[in-house]
């Protein structure tokens, strides 16, 4: 078969199965099993697929038609302009969280402790903009620990990794100058995709208003010995204003909103 007949039956396959970019996918795909970029499979329309290849990529393209992620089939998810290994015990990173890394530049700190870190993709990539920063990342869960242990690795980045319920035990002698926090955040009952089920419900959800773990976080910080001189998170917009309320009343200030991100400063 050719690759372009391919393509557009994959596309019609797709797309029936509700895929939002059936063309996207299909493309990713196969240029992942040919080892090809996009620019050589779209000029080769007439290459003939082997036996081997279409029995690779249409294994392939059926994972995706059950709607599992395509981070996941790929075992590759793109942050900062750069790859991270993730599978399903870890969240997939989203673009909308790359404000962290931007906010966080302006800021320059010193010490930055970056709480739930999943597949650690905050944490290393702020000790690769930022080479002077001291970084600590923490998760509850033992399958995200070694999946952040293995992205440090292939990024050559040493950072700190504990396994703790966000904060535990780290404020108790001294706090870093940041504190990241994207949790989950998003309401048991809004289910957005098919795809979302597939992802771990305890990085995804946050109870029935969405704000349970950030709760938590913030109890943590009112009695921390030693607080951070800013906490940055992020939620739905529609929950900034319950953020508000819980950081104020642990002693910080709102500074800036940018997109689905906070930025807060001890007062």
Known sequence: MRIADWLFDTMIKLGEAGVDSPRRDALVLLEDTLQKDRSWVLAHPEQELTDAELSSVNSLIERRI??????????KAWFYGRFFYVDENVLIPRPESETF????????????ID???GSGCLAITLALELPELDVIATDTSLEAIEICRKNAYAHNVKIKIKQAYLTDGLLEKSAPELLVANLPYVPDNLITSPEIEVEPGAALFGGKNGMDVYESLWAQLSTAAHKPRYVMTEALETQH???NGMAVRSGFKLLKTEGLIQKWELV
């Open 66 to 75: 059950t709607r599992e992620p395509l981070a996941y089939i790929r075992k």
């Open 101 to 112: 890394i931007e906010l966080a530049k302006t800021l320059n700190p010193s010490s930055v």
């Open 115 to 117: 709480v739930g870190t």
């Open 241 to 243: 204003t319950a953020m």
